[in-house]
Nanobody
């Protein structure tokens, strides 16, 4: 699976961004999809995931109520709508695909990764 993330940018605190990840190469609905982020000097951390059919979603506590993950299996895309952004959301955001179709939170469950897109939130 090849993954291409887009939609990052610079936004003021309280603003919104929508990240999108386009997949190609395999049957998209065979994979659970996730978003991770990595801030400078920190480990890559889980943000959100969604099962193959979109019915199950998981969020890390710090983004619950602010971020929403969705997918469109007809378009082979997974999006992350980010609202009420905070400076601590600043990071490079990566989309990833997990074989099996579930919505895992562990990095080790993801076999394919996109190239990352920078999100910067100014205070």
């Amino acid at each position: 699976v090849q993954l291409q993330a887009s939609g990052g940018g610079l936004v003021q605190a309280g603003g919104s961004l929508r990240l999108s990840c386009a997949a190609s190469g395999r049957t998209f609905s065979d994979y659970g999809m996730g978003w991770f982020r990595q801030a400078p000097g920190k480990e890559r951390e889980f943000v959100a995931s969604i099962s193959w059919n979109g019915r199950n979603t998981v969020y890390t506590d710090s983004v619950k109520g602010r971020f929403t993950i969705t997918r469109d299996n007809a378009k082979n895309t997974v999006d992350l709508q980010m609202n009420s952004l905070k400076p601590e959301d600043t990071a490079v955001y990566y989309c990833a695909a997990a074989p099996g179709g579930w919505a895992p939170t562990a990095r080790s469950q993801y076999a394919y990764w996109g190239q990352g897109t920078q999100v910067t939130v100014s205070s």
